[in-house]
């Protein structure tokens, strides 16, 4: 069974940086695709980044339009684990931030969509005060 654990999240000042990751276990296959979600009291869980574990980040990383240019997603496959930089925080970025799996064979660009999404972790919180 899939697991995934967040950590990272914290408390930040507006413009500051944190570095979220997700480790991942109990794969059985190698091909997914992962994303970050994030839910804000009293509003739906929205798509923030997404990446498939054998594309290239670079050209296949998907990203929504309130955190381009600030949030970056990578991975480290050796370890099974996913990232999220994100850069210039914004209060707006408050949020329990959730990353999300599933398994699919074929590469390229991942659903930014949390109905398609079949493993959840728990999440971690992330506040940013102005």
């Known amino acids: 069974q899939v697991q995934l654990v967040e950590s990272g999240g914290g408390s930040v000042q507006a413009g500051g940086s944190l570095r979220l990751s997700c480790a991942a276990s109990?794969?059985?296959?190698?091909?997914?695709?992962m994303g970050w979600f994030r839910q804000a009291p009293g509003k739906e869980r929205e798509g923030v980044a997404s990446?498939?574990?054998?594309?290239?980040?670079?050209?296949?990383?998907d990203y929504a339009d309130s955190v381009k240019g600030r949030f970056t997603v990578s991975q480290d496959n050796a370890k099974n684990t996913l990232f999220l930089q994100m850069n210039n925080l914004k209060p707006e970025d408050t949020a329990m931030y959730y990353c999300a799996a599933r398994a699919r064979d074929s590469g390229g660009y991942c659903p930014s969509s949390k109905a398609w999404y079949k493993h959840w972790g728990q999440g971690t919180q992330v506040t940013v005060s102005s």
């Open positions: 990446l498939h574990t054998t594309a290239d980040p670079t050209y296949y990383a």
């Open positions: 109990g794969y059985t296959y190698n091909k997914y695709c």
